[in-house]
């Protein structure tokens, strides 16, 4: 049954270089539905196609500048609860004028009220017309001082729930011959395991199949394997929940990919499931043979 409780509203805004977009990313990879660049006077339009499509149990982060144009009342007009049907807050990011102009500058990019004059003075017009929003913010998170890491470590701290802020991890079993998945972190080889291939009655299965997966993992060197591999892989993901890396990929593969990878696919999701990490599973090559 859906969750009938509407998911949180959040509205990134604040300074050109203090990290709007950091912030997004961040709430993207925390499950909310992402809108970027969008005019206030839309607000309510996005929320009301999420709502259609997605559900109101899911989460949208919508990000505006003061680009937008009618930038306070507009955004005042489409925040409140009362209006959308869902919990907002008003997430404004700033940070001191030497910080916004060293990062500006590192990106090689003009502000946008800049025009024909200096960066500062860009910067002064965009306090001045965000003056207001900022006063109003339910949050004013300052990154004078934050790395990215940092920013992202705030928001998930803001944002995150028990849930989105697991590792979740992906293990995909794989065929060397058809060639080793570009998006893996890691890369396990089942090749050392006898094949089932050679095997007749096995032969047409598959490493989800019963018999497959007690052969395969009977071996001597697949237990001895999956009891040293797993404490490798959680020392990995728990580096990677320090670095704000929230996706690990796991590629195992064999020959084809249809049998002992499988089976090891499933072996070590299991192993990972049991350790609490959300898992799931992908047989890329299964049945190209």
Known sequence: MPDPTPGELVIVTGMTGAGRST?????????????????????????????????IHQPIAIVVDVRSGSFFDSLQANRHQRVTGRPTTLLFLEATDDVLVRRQEA?????????????????????????DIRGDADVLLDTSNFNVHQLQDRITEMFGTATTTRLKVTVISFGFKYGIPVDADWVADMR????????????????????????V???????RFLTQYLPVLQSVAEGYLVEGKRFMEIAVGCTGGKHRSVAMTEAIAGLLRNAGYDVRTAHRDLGRE
């Open 23 to 55: 912030a997004a990313k961040e709430l993207e990879d925390l499950g909310y539905f992402v809108v970027d660049n969008l005019p206030p006077t839309l607000v309510r339009d996005v929320v009301r196609l999420v709502d259609d499509s997605r559900g």
């Open 192 to 215: 050392f395991l006898p094949n089932p291939h050679w095997i007749p009655e096995l032969r047409p299965q598959n490493g989800r199949d019963a018999e497959v997966s007690a052969y």
């Open 217 to 223: 993992l009977s071996q001597p060197g697949a237990g």
């Open 107 to 131: 990106a090689r990019r003009p502000h946008p009220l800049q025009g024909g004059g200096r960066l500062l003075q860009g910067l002064q017009r965009e306090r001045e017309a965000m003056a």
